[in-house]
T-cell receptor, first 112, second 111 residues
């Protein structure tokens, strides 16, 4: 079966712009989570969605937002980009029973 | 920070040797998971151990969990060059629907 698909794979944006990243989970997985990975802070939880509802949110500013659609696909948006937002953004999906998460290959965002 | 700690930060061994990585965490957990990451790509789920389990095996992987010490270890036996990667532990705590990752161990296996 298809894995978790993240698009785009790479992005270069300018400070002050906004960006939208997309994640398609494994078919049947209703939970989608987002993580940010940077060399300095490591892997940090952004938010988690289940059946179009945000169930949990990490300690990130309001510039970071997300949503989930009825087909479980999810998007995250970062507005007013800052240099420090440069990171690998990872999406993960999990089935109803907790057997671990399947991660996508990530979107590498570079803010210049 | 809730982030877990892993040690060593980096480990360099020869093919055929065993590699052991340790993870410590801070809160009560539902389960602890180990992931592998190659060269900044996505994370690959390796193994999950539940809070009521003490040891688990999967192929060349052996994971132990000590909830009284809030620690876990991952043993990779008979390592191969293809095992070269970063390894992360992650805890899944009750009611939070999120993973808290450790700082990671960079493993280099030389032929």
């Amino acid at each position: 079966k298809a894995g978790v698909t993240q698009t785009p794979r790479y992005l270069i944006k300018t400070r002050g712009q906004q960006v939208t990243l997309s994640c398609s989970p494994i078919s049947g997985h209703r939970s989608v989570s987002w993580y940010q990975q940077t060399p300095g802070q490591g892997l940090q939880f952004l938010f988690e969605y289940f059946s179009e509802t945000q169930r949990n949110k990490g300690n990130f500013p309001g510039r970071f937002s997300g949503r989930q659609f009825s087909n479980s696909r999810s998007e995250m948006n970062v507005s007013t980009l800052e240099l420090g937002d440069s990171a690998l953004y990872l999406c993960a999906s999990s089935p109803p029973s907790n057997y671990g998460y399947t991660f996508g290959s990530g979107t590498r965002l570079t803010v210049v | 920070s809730q982030q877990g700690e892993e040690d060593p930060q980096a480990l360099s061994i020869q093919e055929g040797e065993n590699a052991t990585m340790n993870c410590s965490y801070k809160t009560s957990i539902n389960n602890l998971q180990w992931y592998r990451q190659n060269s900044g790509r996505g994370l690959v789920h390796l193994i999950l151990i539940r809070s009521n389990e003490r040891e688990k095996h999967s192929g060349r992987l052996r994971v132990t969990l000590d909830t009284s010490k809030k620690s876990s270890s991952l043993l990779i036996t008979a390592s191969r060059a293809a095992d070269t990667a970063s390894y992360f532990c992650a805890t899944d705590a009750p009611g939070f629907q999120k993973l808290v990752f450790g700082t990671g161990t960079r493993l280099l296996v030389s032929p």
